[in-house]
């Protein structure tokens, strides 16, 4: 069964700066997509960016961009210039392309952002 | 714009009680998909549904059920809630393309405290 690990509860970082949130995952499967979520407080969750396994170049949406690794299978957020407006509950989550649409989520991070 | 309704943000219930939660998306996606978000658990499928009438028991189905009578509407029903079911519930729709990274959009959540 596939897995997706968030390894940290909480994050903090000072406004303007940059963070790193981790992901690893499990699988057998080599076709795949991987994505990261964000849940505001009292807000709906929304996707930040998504990626697929077999694109080698890393996924970048304005300041957010993943570092991929797949051979690691590691799936790394990085959130440049950090705005109070990013603090929220950080999701990592896996499909698998063909099949069902299921997506299976990491524990996720909680992000604050230091004025 | 996508848009996921859930039937009330805050629902407090007794323990034996049936509950109804209802979800209602516009975008006439296929897809529709039921989740319970616990604290340090992230969030775990209980079931989902690909079309009308079809459902698919996710990881924790145990003590839910679903209904799918209409392609917008998706319930969960809690045929006797429990003190263990106070949990946050989030629906979620997509649509429904066999390798595609259709994004899941989610609605605000329903927080449910059975007593």
């Known amino acids: 069964a596939q897995t997706v690990t968030q390894s940290q509860p909480e994050m903090s970082v000072q406004e303007a700066e940059t963070v790193t949130l981790s992901c690893t995952y499990d699988t057998s499967e080599s076709d795949y997509y991987l994505f990261w979520y964000k849940q505001p407080p009292s807000r709906q969750m929304i996707l930040v960016i998504r990626q697929e396994a077999y694109k080698q170049q890393n996924a970048t949406e304005n300041r957010f961009s993943v570092n991929f690794q797949k051979a690691a299978k590691s799936f790394s957020l990085k959130i440049s210039d950090s705005q109070l407006g990013d603090a929220a509950m950080y999701f990592c989550a896996y499909r698998v392309n063909f099949g069902n649409e299921k997506l299976t989520f990491g524990t996720g991070t909680r992000l604050t952002i230091i004025p | ?115």
């Open chain 2, 1 to 115: 714009d996508v848009k996921v309704t859930q039937s009330s943000r805050y629902l407090v219930k007794r323990t034996g009680e049936k509950v109804f939660l209802e979800c209602v998306q516009d975008m006439d996606h296929e897809n529709m998909f039921w989740y319970r978000q616990d604290p340090g658990l992230g969030l775990r499928l209980i079931y989902f549904s690909y079309d009308v009438k079809m459902k698919e028991k996710g990881d924790i189905p145990e003590g839910y059920s679903v209904s799918r009578e209409k392609k917008e509407r998706f319930s969960l029903i809690l045929e006797s809630a429990s003190t263990n079911q106070t949990s946050m519930y989030l629906c979620a729709s997509s649509l429904s393309a066999s390798g595609s990274s259709y994004e899941q959009y989610f609605g605000p959540g329903t927080r449910l405290t059975v007593t």
